[in-house]
């Protein structure tokens, strides 16, 4: 485990019913030159965004709402997002959506009236610095995003996705409220929580772990394992969609203080030319992953396995590790993913695309307790290619 913990996170975070009202609170303390709204068509389709346009009406604060973002953004299509809002004048943005609406925020919030592009944060966002305070309003359970220092752009020339880092995206207020994941469809339901489960077990994992990340991603996990099946099957369980929800956060609090490895790394190439969802391609390689990094992380996930199923505590290291993994496995299935890649287009001869991809993901792999070698994640690959 390493030496130094850290935590990094946003300035104020509530859960509960009916927070709306807080962003009155925040605003209160602001000069208030406006407020930007971004969402996208789905949730305003799923009648999320009119409570918070009716509030901002009626507490008569001026509001431009930006509602065509595009799932999982290039940097291009952020970039022309930058480019439609540079007029309105705005201390804050509020985003009200998934991943990839708070992301496509999070990156305005860093480039607003500067002379910069999204590329130029690719190459190198070390110095960025924020130019809005932003409020982040999930209703996915979710990428976590809203505690993250990571916005995930579509690199489309390299068919591949990045990881832009920088302090200054975490938010200054979080609104973690049920509301929003009470009607969540049952699909995306299933593919943001197993991203969610994915970075807390990838971050008590890995290498980098420390004592801080470990207490919030086996937290993080305990809420995920045990109630992502019953959210999943009954629609009315609403205390377990708040469990995912919650859950959500940890992840995302602890991939700031560990960080994602295996199953992220060999995921984007997926998401980067296939453009299969996020969450869909972690769950996808999530067994696999933990598989080939086994014997490194066996002592981990058996006390994984302590924490979140106490009751199976007679079994030995090497049984616990197994169990954990045999319960991912388990869940995929019953939250209904498929796991063959060869149903999302995928053929043999994309092999080594997929493997040179993934293995340039260093900053995720240095992450990872196992020293991957090219024929370790052959073999990952083809593990979820069946037939
Ligand atoms: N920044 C980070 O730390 C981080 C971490 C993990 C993933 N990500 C990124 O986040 C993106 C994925 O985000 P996501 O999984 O949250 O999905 P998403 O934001 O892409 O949304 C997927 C779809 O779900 C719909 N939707 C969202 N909430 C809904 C609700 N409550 N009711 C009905 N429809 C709803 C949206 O309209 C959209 O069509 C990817 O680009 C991924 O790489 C970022
Ligand atoms: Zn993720």
Same mark, same amino acid.
């Given at each position: ?23 009155? !609170?925040?605003?209160?303390? $602001?000069?208030?030159?406006?407020? %930007?709204?971004?969402? !996208? ?63 496509? +925020? ?23 610095? $924020? $130019? ?61 929580? %197993? ?18 990340? !470990?207490?919030? +991603? =086996?937290?993080? +996990? ?14 009315? !369980? ?51 992953? %933990? ?11 058996? =006390? ?9 505590? =007679? ?54 307790? $196992? ?17």
């Amino acid at each position: 485990m390493a030496a130094q913990a850290f935590l990094k996170l946003p300035q104020r975070v509530y859960l509960g019913e009916n927070l709306i009202r807080k962003i009155g !609170d925040f605003l209160a303390t $602001k000069k208030n030159k406006g407020v %930007m709204v971004f969402t !996208d068509p789905g949730l305003v389709k799923a009648g999320l965004v009119k409570p918070l346009e009716d509030y901002l009406i009626n507490s008569e604060i001026s509001y431009k709402i930006e509602t065509d973002l595009k799932p999982e953004p290039s940097y291009t299509e952020v970039d022309n997002l930058l480019e439609r809002v540079s007029k309105f004048e705005c201390d804050t943005i509020i985003a009200i959506g998934g991943g990839s609406v708070m992301d496509a +925020a999070k990156l305005v919030s860093l480039l607003k009236g500067t002379n910069k592009s999204v590329k130029d944060l690719i190459d190198d966002a070390s110095t960025a610095t $924020k $130019k809005c305070s932003t409020i982040f309003i999930p209703t996915t359970a979710g990428t976590g995003s809203e505690a993250t220092i990571n916005a995930i752009v579509l690199i489309p020339e390299k068919q591949v996705k990045f990881g832009i880092v920088s302090d200054a995206m975490l938010p200054d207020l979080v609104l973690l409220d049920v509301d929003n994941v009470k009607n969540l469809p049952k699909p995306i339901l299933a593919s943001s929580a %197993m991203d969610a489960l994915s970075h807390c077990v990838e971050c008590y994992t890995a290498k980098n772990a420390t004592v801080m990340s !470990d207490g919030i +991603a =086996s937290m993080g +996990a305990k809420l995920i394992f045990r109630n992502i099946v019953k959210a999943y099957q009954n629609p009315e !369980d609403i205390e377990a969609r708040e469990a995912l929800q919650l859950g959500a956060f940890y992840g995302g609090v602890a991939i700031t203080a560990s960080g994602t490895n295996i199953v992220h790394a060999l995921s984007y190439p997926l998401g980067g030319k296939f453009h299969i969802a996020h969450g869909v391609s972690n769950a996808i390689l999530f067994k696999a992953g %933990m598989e080939m990094n086994k014997e490194a992380i066996k002592d981990r996930l058996a =006390s994984l396995c302590d924490i979140v199923w106490p009751e199976e505590g =007679s079994k030995s290291v090497e049984e616990k590790a197994d169990f954990v993994i045999d319960k991912i496995s388990e869940i995929v299935k019953e939250v209904e993913i498929p796991t063959d890649l060869k149903k999302f287009g995928v053929k043999d001869s994309d092999l080594d695309f997929l493997v040179d991809s993934a293995l340039e993901q260093k900053r995720l792999l240095s992450h990872n307790m $196992k020293n991957l070698t090219r024929e370790d994640v052959v073999r990952v690959y083809k593990s979820v290619m069946e037939n």
